[in-house]
């Protein structure tokens, strides 16, 4: 997963002020021009797993409070949800007229 510089600030700062931001990870604050330069740099030299922690941050929390679950997870719920609904059998999925015409990624072999 790919985040711009925006992104890296919003999910691993915390805004104190209009020109302060605290990191995350280890609590220091840093001055803020009009961008978020000296905070991206911070990243770069301190905390080289930055990315990683990005990620963790994304995954734990976004924008609207959701959980977000990976796309294997989300394979799953549809398949089984699709067979519930609709009373089928869990076996459904691995017909091979099922497969061909299905969007959904295999979830067996």
Known sequence: MKFSNK???SLLFTELAP?????????????????CTNQVHHLLK????????AVAAYRKSNRFGLILSDQR???VFRWIEWCVMNHMPVNFGERPL????????????
């Open 19 to 35: 020109k302060q931001a605290r990191c995350n990870t280890c609590q220091k604050v840093y001055k803020s021009g009009n961008s």
């Open 98 to 109: 099922v497969r061909k015409n299905a969007k959904m990624e295999p979830i067996s072999t």
């Open 46 to 53: 301190r905390h080289p797993d930055y990315q990683e922690l």
């Open 73 to 75: 997870t989300s394979d």
């Open 7 to 9: 992104d890296l600030y």
